[in-house]
């Protein structure tokens, strides 16, 4: 299995280009199975979790022609309308094919996705939402068993829905289907993430009538088909605050490219508490710091709040701040793997519930550690670019499932960073 190698120290200098948005691209390639011709979309990254949905899409009968960034996918013959549990265990994302599959088809089975390393992360308000549109939907042998069959038209019925958790892949869902539904269904409390908006401006280039989408109401006008597109798929706003983080934390100056910084209000918002200068341009974001940076207060929220992906990064500025600073999780349970991983670095950091107080340490020490989720084990990379000497990261397949290129990004802003096997 890979490991990283970091020898830390080294400050980032440089320019990098961010990539298309993994929390996008997911939804958008699930996307696909709602139109009768083929969807072409570019900046698609190459990731481990858009290769499993491409997988996961073809063994339905999507025909998928991929060339470097760019992704073609044509569901005009869909012959499968299951995901296993083999494919979902791997990505729970893979949930995103429910909706798709059952406005169109009428019909489809999915794996329960099952336990998570950041927590239960349950699906009933996805299942709730298609039940209020009228699906016959049952639950066995870890399966979900979906039809819309005994409906008029063996469609899907426009309907009122409200969300009473704010649940992302939850609105994803329930916007693809509602697309192809009969009547007019209006979600409540929706998420207003912009990988939402990405999602809705793609459907409505497909044909479909949303309104609100980046607001918490989200109107959807039913329509009878939809066709392909062709879409360009949103910057990853984790990704670059996950770099501007890392250009803070070394005392570097980092120039990204391919972002748009009003997706990051809340990140440069904590970024410059902590004395980082950001600088702000047409479709990119300058970072830099000098000296020791200010350990800041974090509570994630849904956006436009401070994001939970982003939790992990800002614990690690911390961990070499000056000062405390009280960490926050509101979204997920058990979303703080990453914490006994810096104190084996030699982190400060205390636990109380939801609730992580951390206190600056003068440095980090480099050791062996495992990443555990995706962003935890971001986390533990930017320890180990300050961290003295050298630092380990086991299991980085999880880095591979949400970062394009890691390593060649940060090495090509300086940092000493190798793949071993
Ligand atoms: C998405 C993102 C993930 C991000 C998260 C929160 C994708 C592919 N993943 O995950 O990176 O961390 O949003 O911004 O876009 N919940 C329920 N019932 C449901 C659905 C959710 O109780 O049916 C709860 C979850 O357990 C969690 C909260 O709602 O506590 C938010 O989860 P949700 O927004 O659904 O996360 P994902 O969409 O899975």
């Known amino acids: ?36 011709t083929p969807l072409n979309l570019s900046s698609v990254a190459a990731l481990k979790d858009i290769d499993t949905t491409i997988k996961l899409l073809g063994m339905m009968g999507v025909k998928i022609d991929r060339n470097a960034d760019k992704v073609s996918l044509d569901a005009s013959e869909v012959a499968s309308f299951e995901a296993t549990y083999e494919m979902v265990k791997t990505m729970r994302a893979s949930i995103l094919v429910l909706g798709p599959l059952l406005a169109r088809f009428g019909n489809a ?22 039940q209020a549109m009228g699906a016959a939907i049952h639950i066995a042998h870890g399966y979900i068993q979906a039809s819309t069959l005994h409906l008029p038209n063996r469609r899907l019925q426009g309907a009122r829905y409200y969300m009473d958790m704010v649940t992302v892949t939850g609105t994803e869902n329930l916007m693809m289907a509602a697309s192809l539904a009969q009547g007019t269904t209006v979600l409540e409390n929706a998420a207003k993430e912009p990988e939402v908006v990405d999602l809705a401006n793609c459907l409505i280039k497909m044909g479909a ?31 670059a605050g996950t770099y501007m983080v890392a250009a803070a ?49 974090i509570r994630t929220a849904p956006h436009p709040a401070f994001p939970t992906d982003m939790q992990a990064q800002f614990m690690a500025l911390n961990t070499v701040a000056s000062g405390v600073a ?11 793997m990453h ?11 205390g636990i109380d519930g939801n609730t992580a107080l951390v206190k600056g340490v003068e440095f980090l020490d480099g050791a062996t550690v ?3 989720d995706l962003r935890a084990s971001a986390s533990l990379v930017l320890a180990g670019l300050v961290a ?28 000493n960073v190798q793949r071993v096997s």
């Open 209 to 239: 009538k949303i309104s609100g989408a980046g607001t918490d109401v989200i109107t959807i006008e039913g329509v009878e088909r939809l066709r392909g597109a062709d879409h360009n798929i949103v910057c990853d706003r984790i990704e």
């Open 339 to 349: 914490v006994q991983e810096m104190q084996r670095l030699g982190a400060d950091i």
């Open 326 to 336: 009280k960490v926050t999780e509101t979204i997920f349970e058990n979303r703080f």
């Open 1 to 36: 299995m890979d490991k990283l190698l970091i020898k830390g120290g080294n400050r980032l200098h440089g320019e990098i280009t961010i990539s298309g948005a993994k929390n996008a691209a997911l939804p958008i390639l699930c996307a696909s199975l709602l139109a009768e």
């Open 109 to 130: 089975r999915v794996s329960l996705p099952g336990g998570c390393a950041i927590g239960s992360r349950p699906v009933d308000l996805h299942i709730k939402g298609l």
């Open 388 to 415: 003295r000497g050298e630092t380990l990261i086991e299991r980085i397949y999880h880095l591979d499932r949400g970062y394009e290129h890691l390593e060649a990004k940060l090495n090509a802003l300086g940092a």
């Open 370 to 372: 495992m990443a555990t």
């Open 249 to 297: 934390m070394t005392g570097g100056e980092v120039k990204l490219l391919n972002v748009q910084a009003h997706l990051l209000d809340a990140v440069i918002e904590k970024l410059r508490e902590a004395g980082a200068i950001v600088t702000v341009g047409t479709d990119s974001i300058t970072v830099k710091a000098e000296g020791k940076l200010k350990a800041v207060n």
